[in-house]
T-cell receptor, first 114, second 114 residues
Framework: AQSVTQPDIHITVSEGASLELRCNYSYGATPYLFWYVQSPGQGLQLLLKYFSGDTLVQGIKGFEAEFKRSQSSFNLRKPSVHWSDAAEYFCAVQSGGGADGLTFGKGTHLIIQP | DAGVIQSPRHEVTEMGQEVTLRCKPISGHDYLFWYRQTMMRGLELLIYFNNNVPIDDSGMPEDRFSAKMPNASFSTLKIQPSEPRDSAVYFC????????????FGPGTRLTVT
């Protein structure tokens, strides 16, 4: 069965500093990988996705992520965070074909210090 | 596009009562997913449909839970009888393989069972 691990429950970053959120997955074949963001009381919004091709993918709000097959990782990065980036971030994996449900990590709570 | 619509947004009920959550997917989407989010278990897939047919209900916790999709624009998730441990946020999402595999999430229904 597929699984996702987000090792950091909470991360605190100063506004303007760079950010990296870690995600490791377990899946037998090439997975489809996603990062979602959830603001308090809101639904989930897709930041970016990886299906195939270029392992560095660009998303919305200045986020990017890099797929590293050898490390089974899909880490999310942003060069300079803004106070509005404070939220819960979820990494998710989907089995090949795209028709299945998503398996989510437990999430990383991002806190932005002024 | 109005996005995925869920109702009600909040539901408070007493233990033993029947609860019905509703979802309207994005028009033209042929996949519909129900997820549950709790502090303990995070986000987990309950069931998903393709062209109104249930494909995988292995995530449905027990027989008290049932889901239906009578047509392409409406789905329900019913809990009967409800229990305090069912308290959670329930999300509906929809997607289409005609475009990307992106799942669009609704705002969720926060269920509290007392």
């Amino acid at each position: 069965a597929q699984s996702v691990t987000q090792p950091d429950i909470h991360i605190t970053v100063s506004e303007g500093a760079s950010l990296e959120l870690r995600c490791n997955y377990s899946y037998g074949a090439t997975p489809y990988l996603f990062w979602y963001v959830q603001s308090p009381g809101q639904g989930l919004q897709l930041l970016l996705k990886y299906f195939s091709g270029d392992t560095l993918v660009q998303g919305i709000k200045g986020f990017e992520a890099e797929f590293k097959r050898s490390q089974s990782s899909f880490n999310l990065r942003k060069p300079s965070v803004h106070w509005s980036d404070a939220a819960e971030y979820f990494c998710a994996v989907q089995s090949g074909g795209g028709a299945d449900g998503l398996t989510f990590g437990k999430g990383t709570h991002l806190i932005i210090q002024p | 596009d109005a996005g995925v619509i869920q109702s009600p947004r909040h539901e408070v009920t007493e233990m033993g009562q029947e609860v019905t959550l509703r979802c309207k997917p994005i028009s033209g989407h042929d996949y519909l997913f129900w997820y549950r989010q709790t502090m303990m278990r995070g986000l987990e897939l309950l069931i998903y449909f393709n062209n109104n047919v249930p494909i995988d209900d292995s995530g449905m916790p027990e027989d008290r839970f049932s889901a239906k999709m009578p047509n392409a624009s409406f789905s329900t998730l019913k809990i009967q009888p409800s229990e305090p441990r069912d308290s959670a946020v329930y999300f509906c999402a929809s997607s289409s393989l005609a475009g990307t595999y992106e799942q669009y999430f609704g705002p969720g229904t926060r269920l509290t069972v007392t």
